[in-house]
């Protein structure tokens, strides 16, 4: 699993190409090239560092060994030691209608297997998805659902766990260590490793998956960020690679997670086809990938479905088991784009999970038809929505301005009206529960128009032509406060951008929705190209990986926000070990943020899905129930 | 003019003795409107069209949250009409604070005032909220929204009137067809008429650029174009319509004229000497006029579908529009709320029902051969 913040877009978000969520995400970098994270440098850093001998490394380092776990076995220890609020029986009997209810179903389906004779090795399961994807290979991944998929399909050697902690799994790591003064991380491997095509995965994949991904020749959209931290990655011997930072920082753990692919597969061929999708001979490892994690892609109907099979020499070496056994014989990826259809699908048993809206939660799965097959449970998920502000247009450059949008929405109603009162507001980015909210969590805003208008005639947005509309003398020039709102086509968000656009009519100021192709409007969002956009982010492993969307001039910054403050709290946070004053760090740059409102901060999306009777071992994280470790690794089916 | 060139009743040159009792025979329109009327079902149609014109002028002192007329310190104002046109709103009511909520205000902030109020007090952009109109509870929201006392087709999942959007979406839903319609026939008749009169090179690039139009799929141009346009308005998607939906009338048009132009009527204008302009817009275009009408009817019709289409794909008219199709739109969401998909769904269906029953009662009543069979 890599860290990372994702775009929300659940379906389309706002970048919403960018969705995390494979058992991995991602961070920053969008668009064909990478182009926001300076990939040059790191490759010419690259050609001058020889690095030195093993020995050498090792009697100078001062290995410290790093946590190397078998994330299901930890969790099963845990688990051991809890007691669940309601058995099994109970848990499916009943109807979902209050948190107490989501609990006592939370409690008894998180329940990890015990017992091998539990679960149905032979089961299949029909996951949804909304969109195809755009390519199998995991170094090309950007959206939620190539995270998905490459999350089963790909080999990981790190990851995190349901508390968010960076490890390094043990199926796949002998041992991890890092140098005393933080600059190094060595990484043995197991010998017992293979790709699906039957070569040993070995040190030197990770060595060619690094260049691979920092060549600048390659349009590699997301995974880059992060790993262009990283001075150079050396392998030693098969089993042994060394990773060099350039800096020691706190978000190291997390830079030297990037995905490895196959050597063998593209050493010779990337020359003649950078993009790695578009010759003959990348087509053909396109659609039949050589993957190196549990799952094979064993068919891929564009548009229709994409199913994984079980990989046999994932968890058997020379005949003997070294791994656990995937809990699913075959993974069946089904895209259906429409939410009603998806839920049609799965009262009738042809998909086992999906992720409910709001709407679906409260008013069409309460009925025996639903729960006839299915039950549903909710988690908490630090994804965050609001309305973002260009600050360089005329209108939003001036804090108070954006203070008075903060003012002038309608919380109450968007809560209460739109979201059935399931969502909760947003005072900032971190959510209350997280380690790096800040400890007095800001004030809410409420709807104050009188207040809003206040600010508004304080910033010269008066109505100075008395034609009812609010405008102001810019440049001897009378300017009407008339923006528009980008919005992605989502009947949801749109109805949420029509509140804003009536509350502010009471006030006297326009404002023009405009639904938009969610690829239209990333690559509007890229270019800066608007006035106002509505959207989300999800939350990342580390608070660091906000950067790219605070910082001043980073790739996710759409709105030319910049406080530099801000930017240099970042810098504090990455060089700070301690995790208590890395909170207190990156609460300090919640609360800056808050204060300059880049943002119109409105509410924190929670996970809500529906399931299967069948399916057990569901556990949900920040990060929904599937992108952390163990995640879909400890979901199975009963007989 | 030689109005009769194709009509049946009767022949102009009568014998000079005329009696005093015979009539003069009907010209070739007010035969057509007598034919036309006779058939109930399109004088049905025709009469729930003008119905439809008549709430869409209507609709906000049907339904709305804006006084008709009042009288506010001394002065008379029509705030209504800002559902046609916000700027028509006056900014009195901004500058005092109003926040487009009248009931209230206008009483507290002039004890005097008076207001005539619509019918119904709901919006089409709005959820009515608790104690904005006196004796009136707030909107149900979610799946509350089964239509009631307040609420006579319901509310949409946010609580905003059903029968409030569909009012004011009745003007979308007309102009939509008119609009359109009016470009196209503008640009069919006038190309189909040249390409018919002058034959030769002209019909010949005339008709290749009609039929390239015709490869021009109408949903996807659409689509592009709200990609581009920054301030898409409804108009933007009236002019595609129209800018793509004018062949079929082009084609018509065109045949009439090559039956016409070489009619007695149109030799003796050339001789003499009328310009050809003129010929074809004066003389033969209102011979040639009535075949066209039909598929003009039939384009209204298949433009309120293609504009409800794309409201409903989520591409129409930009929010917060009152259209049906985005009602309904709103309806597939949860088919259970039925009253979301039930009532727009049977105002696109008898819309265009409505102009299809015309467009065929024109038909029949201006073509001789449909008109009387087995004479």
């Given at each position: 699993m890599r860290r990372s913040r994702r775009c929300?877009?659940?379906?389309?978000?706002?970048?919403?190409?960018?969705?995390?969520?494979?058992v991995a995400s991602l961070t920053t970098a969008i668009g064909p090239g990478g182009s926001?994270?300076?990939?040059?440098e790191p490759n010419a850093a690259d050609e001058k560092f020889t690095p030195p001998p093993l020995a050498e490394l090792d009697a100078q380092a001062g290995w410290i060994d790093q946590p190397v776990v078998d994330t299901l076995a930890a969790l099963r220890k845990q688990q051991a030691g809890e007691k669940p609020r309601a058995t099994i029986a109970a848990a499916l009997a009943m109807?979902?209608?209050?948190r107490p209810d989501n609990e006592k179903i939370a409690g008894a389906l998180g329940r990890v297997a015990?017992?091998?004779?539990?679960?149905?090795?032979?089961a299949n399961i029909n996951r949804h998805i909304r969109r195809d994807v755009k390519s199998t290979n995991p170094i090309m991944m950007s959206a939620t659902e190539e995270f998905d998929i490459a999350g089963l399909t790909g080999l990981s050697f790190f990851g995190f766990d349901w508390r968010l902690e960076p490890l390094a799994t043990a199926e796949t790591v002998v041992s991890w260590q890092t140098s005393k003064d933080r600059l190094m991380d060595k990484l043995v491997i197991r010998k017992d490793l293979t790709w699906s095509d039957g070569r040993p995965i070995t040190a030197h994949d990770v060595e060619f998956s690094y260049h691979t991904i920092m060549?600048?020749?390659?349009?590699?959209?997301?995974?880059r960020s992060g790993t262009d931290k990283l001075k150079a990655v050396h392998a030693y011997d098969d089993q042994t690679v060394v990773f060099f930072h350039k800096e020691a920082l706190a978000t190291n753990v997390w830079n030297i997670n990037f995905p490895v692919i196959a050597k063998h597969i593209y050493e010779n061929s990337l020359a003649d086809d950078y993009?790695?999708?578009?010759s003959k001979y990348h087509v053909r490892y396109e659609n039949d990938p050589v993957c190196g994690g549990p799952y094979t892609i064993t068919k891929r109907v564009r548009r229709q479905e994409i199913v994984l099979t079980r990989r046999e020499s994932y968890y058997l070496h020379e005949g003997k088991q070294v791994r656990d056994k995937p809990y699913f014989r075959e993974i069946r990826f089904r895209i259906l784009e429409d939410g009603n259809i998806a839920l049609l699908a799965m009262k009738n048993g042809e998909i086992d999970e999906m992720i409910l809206t709001a709407e679906q939660w409260v008013t069409?799965?309460?009925?025996d038809d639903y729960y006839r097959l299915n039950t549903k449970i909710s988690g908490l998920e630090w994804t965050y929505f609001g309305f973002n502000w260009n600050q360089k247009t005329a209108y939003f450059s001036d804090v108070r301005v954006r203070k008075a949008m903060a003012h002038a929405f309608d919380y109450r109603e968007m809560l209460d009206k739109m979201f059935y009162g399931l969502y909760e507001q947003s005072?900032?980015?971190?959510?209350?529960?997280?380690?790096?909210?800040?400890?007095?969590p800001p004030a809410f805003y409420k709807q104050d128009l009188d207040k809003a208008e206040e600010l508004l005639d304080a910033a010269?947005?008066?109505?100075?032509?008395?034609?009812g509309i609010r405008d102001k003398k810019i440049d001897g020039k009378l300017v009407k406060f008339e923006f528009s709102l980008l919005c992605p086509s989502i009947p949801e968000r749109i109805k949420l951008c029509a509140l804003l656009k009536e509350n502010l009519a009471q006030i006297g100021i326009i404002c023009n929705v405009r639904q938009l192709e969610s690829t239209v409007m990333n690559d509007r969002l890229l270019k800066h190209e608007f006035q106002a956009a509505f959207g989300g982010w999800g939350t990342g492993t580390?608070?660091?990986?906000?950067d790219n969307i605070w910082?001043?001039?980073?790739?996710?910054n759409f709105g030319y926000y910049s406080n530099p403050k801000v930017d240099d709290l970042y810098k504090q946070g990455r060089l700070e070990f301690d995790r208590k004053k890395r909170g207190e760090i990156y609460g300090r740059i919640h609360e800056l943020i808050y204060e300059d409102q880049p943002y119109t901060f409105l509410y924190f999306r929670d996970a809500f899905y529906g399931f299967n009777k069948?399916?057990?071992g569901i556990n949900f994280t920040p990060r929904g129930p599937?992108?952390?470790?163990?995640g879909f690794n400890s979901i199975y089916k009963v007989k | 003019m030689v109005r009769a060139a194709t009509s049946t009743s009767g022949s102009v040159d009568a014998p000079p003795p005329v009696p005093e009792t015979a009539h003069h025979s009907r010209g070739f329109w007010a035969e057509a409107w007598r034919q036309f009327r006779r058939r109930k079902l399109a004088m049905a149609a025709f009469c729930s069209v003008w119905f439809l014109v008549v709430v869409a002028l209507l609709a906000p002192a049907i339904a709305?949250?804006?006084?008709i007329v009042c009288r506010y310190k001394g002065e008379l104002y029509f705030p209504a009409l800002a559902y046609f046109?916000?700027?028509?709103?006056?900014p009195i009511f901004f500058n005092d604070k109003f926040r487009k909520i009248y009931p209230k205000n206008l009483k507290k902030k002039d004890p005097e005032s008076w207001a005539v109020w619509p019918l119904?007090?709901?919006?089409p952009f709005r959820r009515i909220k608790e104690?904005?109109?006196?004796g009136q509870p707030e909107n149900p929201s979610g799946d509350q929204g089964a239509p009631n006392k307040y609420n006579l087709f319901g509310t949409n999942q946010q609580g905003i009137d059903v029968f409030a959007q569909m009012v004011h979406g009745t003007t979308i839903a007309l102009l939509v067809g008119f609009v359109s319609m009016g470009i196209a026939s503008l640009i069919g008749i006038t190309f189909g008429a040249v390409a018919g009169y002058l034959g030769g090179w002209a019909d010949m690039v005339l008709s290749r650029i009609t039929e390239v139009v015709m490869c021009v799929p109408t949903l996807i141009l659409i689509l592009a174009l709200l990609a581009i346009v920054e301030k898409t308005t409804i108009w933007h998607i009236m002019a595609v319509i129209g800018c793509t939906g004018w062949t079929s009338i082009a084609r018509l048009a065109r045949a009439e004229f090559l039956k016409l132009r070489d009619s007695d009527f149109v030799i003796a204008a050339r001789a003499l000497g009328v310009g050809w302009p003129r010929i074809i817009f004066r003389h033969v275009l209102p011979n040639a006029l009535a075949p066209v009408l039909v598929p003009i009817t039939f384009g209204i019709a298949s433009a309120i579908l293609t504009e409800s289409s794309l409201s409903f794909l989520g591409?129409?008219?930009?929010?917060?529009n009152p259209s049906w199709g985005t009602l309904l739109n709103s309806g597939r969401d949860n088919m259970h709320l039925w009253w979301l998909i039930v009532f727009p769904g049977a105002a696109i269906f008898l819309a265009v029902l409505a102009y299809n029953l015309i467009g065929e009662g024109l038909q029949e009543a201006t073509d001789p051969r449909l008109r009387d069979p087995g004479r």
């Open positions: 929300v877009s659940s379906g389309y978000g706002f970048l919403v190409g960018l969705a995390l969520a494979g926001c994270c300076q990939a040059a109807k979902n209608k209050s015990t017992d091998d004779a539990q679960i149905d090795y032979e060549n600048d020749k390659v349009p590699v959209p997301a995974v993009t790695m999708q578009e069409q799965t309460g009925d005072n900032g980015m971190f959510h209350k529960g997280a380690w790096m909210a800040p400890k007095k010269g947005w008066d109505d100075h032509d008395g034609d580390d608070p660091d990986t906000s910082a001043t001039g980073e790739g996710r069948k399916l057990r599937y992108h952390y470790g163990p | 709305g949250t804006k006084p046109n916000e700027s028509w709103e006056n119904f007090y709901q919006d104690g904005e109109w006196e591409f129409g008219a930009p929010p917060p």
